[in-house]
């Protein structure tokens, strides 16, 4: 799925300017509590999050996570979209819950962690 | 990549939790810039990301040393914080003794010392309450 397809999807803004429209994903997790999402050790290529600090962004960084989703009209601030720019992370921000973001990328063929495709 | 051994030192300064994690992010580009594999990059960033956030949330922040030879990366967290009571608790996934405010953070899950283990291919854990905390983890190459 191309990350342009989230944004849709999700009724998205991208924070960190355009969204680069080869950039393909296919894995994703949902959580606030960084720890979890760190003890998954299959690659994730989108972090949905409700959590809105810099720990985010440096948990994205360590996985190679290409894009962050802030759910529930959560904003970053200025220093967090450029921390995410510095290290080359794409930042979203919907209005969406947690819950409903993660189902509906999952109806549109996003996966989790756990299953390969 | 050479095969001189590569030896970086880092501070993790105290109660800084907007700061952690520099120290980790450093090395994985230094890593990557010195053409280590990327899933060997991954284990060792993960593991000094989990092991830093541990020192600012429990211990006063300490020192790092990163020791990378073309056989394996050697990492040195050392800190003089309160030291660990229980080890084997500790490396139960789920037991933390991190307050609320760090799990408003994102942390304090009760994951930090088990992927620290899970991600290396050793760690040790030497810990004496009141002294400090001094934990080694490897990573082959």
Same mark, same amino acid.
């Given at each position: 799925? @191309?990350?342009?397809?989230? #944004?849709?999807?999700?009724?998205?803004?991208? *924070?960190?300017?355009?969204?680069?429209?080869?950039?393909?994903?296919?894995?994703?997790?949902?959580?606030?509590?960084?720890?979890?999402?760190?003890?998954?050790?299959?690659?994730?290529?989108?972090? *949905?999050?409700? *959590?809105?600090?810099?720990?985010?962004?440096?948990?994205?960084?360590? *996985?190679?996570?290409?894009?962050?989703?802030?759910?529930?009209?959560?904003?970053?601030?200025?220093?967090?979209?450029?921390?995410?720019?510095?290290?080359?992370?794409?930042?979203?921000?919907?209005?969406? $819950?947690?819950?409903?973001?993660?189902? +509906? +990328?999952?109806?549109?063929?996003?996966?989790?962690?756990?299953?390969?495709? | 990549?050479?095969?001189?051994?590569?030896?970086?030192?880092?501070?993790?300064?105290?109660?800084?939790?907007? #700061?952690?994690?520099?120290?980790?992010?450093?090395?994985?580009?230094? +890593?990557?810039?010195?053409?280590?594999?990327?899933?060997?990059?991954? @284990?060792?960033?993960?593991?000094?990301?989990?092991?830093?956030?541990?020192?600012?949330?429990?211990?006063?922040?300490?020192?790092?040393?990163?020791?990378?030879?073309?056989?394996?990366?050697?990492?040195?967290?050392?800190?003089?914080?309160?030291?660990?009571?229980?080890?084997? $608790?500790?490396?139960?996934?789920?037991?933390?003794?991190?307050?609320?405010?760090?799990?408003?953070?994102?942390?304090?899950?009760?994951?930090?010392?088990?992927?620290? @283990? @899970?991600?290396?291919?050793?760690?040790?854990?030497?810990?004496?309450?009141?002294?400090?905390?001094?934990?080694?983890?490897?990573?082959?190459?």
């Amino acid at each position: 799925m @191309k990350l342009t397809q989230i #944004a849709e999807i999700l009724h998205a803004q991208c *924070l960190t300017g355009e969204i680069p429209s080869q950039v393909e994903v296919r894995t994703a997790c949902g959580s606030d509590m960084m720890s979890d999402v760190l003890a998954a050790t299959q690659q994730k290529d989108v972090l *949905l999050t409700g *959590l809105v600090n810099p720990q985010v962004v440096k948990t994205a960084d360590m *996985l190679d996570v290409r894009c962050i989703v802030f759910v529930r009209n959560k904003r970053p601030d200025a220093d967090l979209i450029a921390l995410a720019q510095e290290r080359g992370v794409i930042v979203l921000c919907t209005s969406e $819950k947690l819950f409903e973001a993660c189902g +509906l +990328l999952y109806a549109a063929g996003l996966r989790g962690t756990g299953a390969a495709i | 990549m050479t095969n001189d051994a590569l030896h970086l030192h880092y501070t993790v300064e105290r109660d800084n939790f907007t #700061a952690a994690g520099e120290a980790s992010s450093n090395v994985k580009r230094i +890593l990557k810039q010195i053409g280590m594999p990327p899933e060997v990059v991954r @284990k060792v960033a993960i593991a000094m990301y989990e092991g830093e956030i541990n020192m600012v949330i429990h211990a006063n922040g300490g020192e790092i040393d990163v020791d990378v030879s073309p056989q394996e990366i050697r990492m040195v967290l050392r800190d003089v914080g309160p030291g660990i009571p229980d080890v084997n $608790k500790a490396m139960q996934e789920g037991y933390s003794t991190a307050p609320d405010s760090i799990r408003s953070l994102g942390f304090g899950a009760g994951m930090g010392l088990p992927n620290m @283990k @899970k991600y290396t291919d050793t760690m040790e854990i030497e810990t004496t309450l009141g002294v400090g905390t001094t934990i080694t983890m490897t990573v082959r190459v």
